[in-house]
């Protein structure tokens, strides 16, 4: 016999996203399920470097550019609210900023122009070579300055994602382990969704959340034919430092980043993070998709030495992969379904959840108490896959 259940909201995804419209609505006395099959946030939130920066959201996508500035905006004021419900936690939330490193003239003029066309400018400024040095002695010797975000920075993002959880479950949230198998429509609303584990869900509203795993129920709630999330395979690798972390910043360049994760408490030891290869897959036939690849590892090693060369005999404690979800065009879908009006949609934001997950949990809180919010997502509709045929049908 299959086993009913009833909320107020049912959110399909445990990652940041996820998570994080919970933890909004969490205040408003409503009853709420986080459905995930996976460890929490395991495919991409938790498997991220947890960067806090702008930069390299912006980086071939001016789309996004004005809505990074807002999630970097809103980012500590949601991270204070989550922070504060817990006594004497370190959650890992750094803002010692970022180095973007110059090789050559064109990696300058690349950053100055990306600069020049941003409307919000964030605090910046160009570093000669030894002003790099000052700050950061173990970057490469052949750099010829670099770019310095003061405001930029890092945080801890399983131990954040497991923080604003907690909070969650302290305010009336379940969290149920298992897969949403299937959903049952009658007219033009999602009547209950079908879990793998046999239970059956029922909400008023219903998130769709679930990274690089939504296809199958967007083809379903959508009636479409065509998968709109992309998996793209990060992988990452772990450094110990041997005593003091030898950076002070995140430091990036084209190819990559290096993260510190200091130890937030006696438990963990100092080490840096070195992230992140991308690599599209097709996740339902790709065998071992969070397994780490040679080839993978080849490319961290070296931006380890490209970067910091003088690291490459730390040594390495761990390795893992995430799968980030990206949308067809590469911009994240946030919007009310067209033709299901108790479903929302959340997905596809690609490299950018950890920065963007805050906000759009705002966002979707909004949308569910008063169907209006006051953040600009009309780039972000589900309309733009549409064709004007179906999406004249879609409006009548």
């Given at each position: 016999?299959?086993?009913?259940?009833?909320?107020?909201?049912?959110?399909?995804?445990?990652?940041?996203i996820?998570?994080?419209?919970?933890?909004?609505?969490?205040?408003?006395?409503?009853k709420?399920?986080?459905?995930?099959?996976?460890?929490?946030?395991?495919?991409?939130?938790?498997?991220?470097?947890?960067?806090?920066?702008?930069?390299?959201?912006?980086?071939?996508n001016?789309?996004?550019?004005?809505f990074?500035?807002?999630?970097?905006?809103?980012?500590?004021?949601?991270?204070k609210?989550i922070?504060?419900?817990?006594?004497?936690?370190?959650?890992?939330?750094?803002?010692?900023?970022?180095?973007?490193?110059?090789?050559?003239?064109?990696?300058?003029?690349?950053?100055?122009?990306?600069?020049?066309?941003?409307?919000?400018?964030?605090?910046?400024s160009?570093?000669?070579?030894?002003?790099?040095?000052?700050?950061?002695?173990?970057?490469?010797?052949?750099?010829?300055?670099?770019?310095?975000?003061?405001?930029?920075?890092?945080i801890?993002?399983?131990?954040f994602?497991?923080?604003?959880?907690?909070?969650?479950?302290?305010?009336?949230?379940?969290f149920?382990?298992?897969?949403?198998?299937?959903?049952?429509?009658?007219?033009?609303?999602?009547?209950n969704i079908?879990?793998?584990?046999?239970?059956?869900?029922?909400?008023?509203?219903?998130?769709?959340?679930?990274?690089?795993?939504?296809?199958?129920?967007?083809?379903?709630?959508?009636?479409?034919?065509?998968?709109?999330?992309?998996?793209?395979?990060?992988?990452?690798l772990?450094?110990?430092?041997?005593?003091?972390?030898?950076?002070?910043?995140v430091?990036?360049?084209?190819?990559?980043?290096?993260?510190?994760?200091?130890?937030?408490?006696?438990?963990?030891?100092?080490?840096?993070?070195?992230?992140?290869?991308?690599?599209?897959?097709?996740?339902?036939?790709?065998?071992?998709?969070?397994k780490?690849?040679?080839?993978?590892?080849?490319?961290?090693?070296?931006?380890?030495?490209?970067?910091i060369?003088?690291?490459?005999?730390?040594?390495?404690?761990?390795t893992?992969?995430?799968?980030?979800?990206?949308?067809?065009?590469?911009?994240?879908?946030?919007?009310?379904?067209?033709?299901?009006?108790?479903?929302?949609?959340?997905?596809?934001?690609?490299?950018?959840?950890?920065?963007?997950?805050?906000?759009?949990?705002?966002?979707?809180?909004e949308?569910?108490?008063?169907?209006s919010?006051?953040?600009?997502?009309?780039?972000?509709?589900?309309?733009?896959f549409?064709?004007?045929?179906?999406?004249?049908?879609?409006?009548?």
């Amino acid at each position: 016999m299959l086993d009913k259940k009833t909320f107020d909201v049912a959110i399909i995804g445990g990652g940041i996203i996820g998570n994080s419209i919970a933890a909004h609505l969490a205040k408003e006395n409503l009853k709420i399920a986080i459905i995930d099959p996976n460890n929490l946030g395991l495919p991409a939130s938790k498997a991220a470097a947890g960067l806090f920066q702008i930069q390299l959201s912006e980086l071939g996508n001016k789309e996004l550019i004005d809505f990074c500035h807002e999630s970097f905006s809103y980012f500590p004021k949601f991270y204070k609210e989550i922070s504060d419900s817990f006594e004497n936690i370190d959650l890992g939330f750094r803002k010692t900023g970022s180095i973007y490193l110059a090789f050559n003239e064109e990696d300058v003029k690349e950053k100055e122009n990306e600069y020049n066309e941003l409307k919000i400018k964030p605090r910046l400024s160009f570093l000669k070579k030894e002003e790099v040095f000052n700050i950061e002695p173990y970057a490469a010797k052949n750099i010829i300055g670099g770019f310095h975000y003061p405001e930029e920075g890092y945080i801890n993002n399983p131990k954040f994602l497991k923080a604003i959880n907690s909070y969650c479950l302290a305010k009336n949230t379940i969290f149920i382990e298992s897969k949403a198998e299937e959903i049952t429509i009658n007219k033009n609303k999602i009547r209950n969704i079908v879990l793998a584990n046999k239970e059956v869900i029922y909400a008023n509203k219903y998130i769709l959340c679930n990274g690089a795993w939504a296809n199958k129920l967007l083809k379903r709630a959508l009636s479409i034919k065509k998968d709109l999330i992309i998996g793209v395979k990060g992988e990452i690798l772990q450094l110990g430092v041997n005593g003091k972390i030898p950076i002070k910043n995140v430091i990036i360049s084209h190819n990559g980043y290096i993260v510190p994760r200091p130890a937030t408490n006696s438990l963990e030891e100092d080490s840096m993070i070195v992230g992140g290869t991308t690599e599209e897959i097709d996740i339902e036939i790709t065998p071992d998709v969070f397994k780490n690849t040679e080839a993978g590892i080849l490319k961290l090693t070296n931006l380890i030495e490209t970067l910091i060369p003088s690291c490459l005999d730390l040594p390495v404690i761990k390795t893992w992969a995430g799968i980030r979800p990206k949308t067809i065009d590469s911009l994240p879908i946030i919007d009310n379904s067209p033709d299901l009006e108790n479903l929302i949609l959340a997905v596809g934001h690609y490299r950018n959840g950890i920065l963007m997950g805050p906000l759009t949990g705002k966002i979707i809180s909004e949308l569910i108490l008063t169907n209006s919010t006051s953040s600009n997502i009309n780039k972000f509709k589900y309309g733009r896959f549409l064709t004007k045929q179906q999406l004249s049908h879609s409006i009548a």
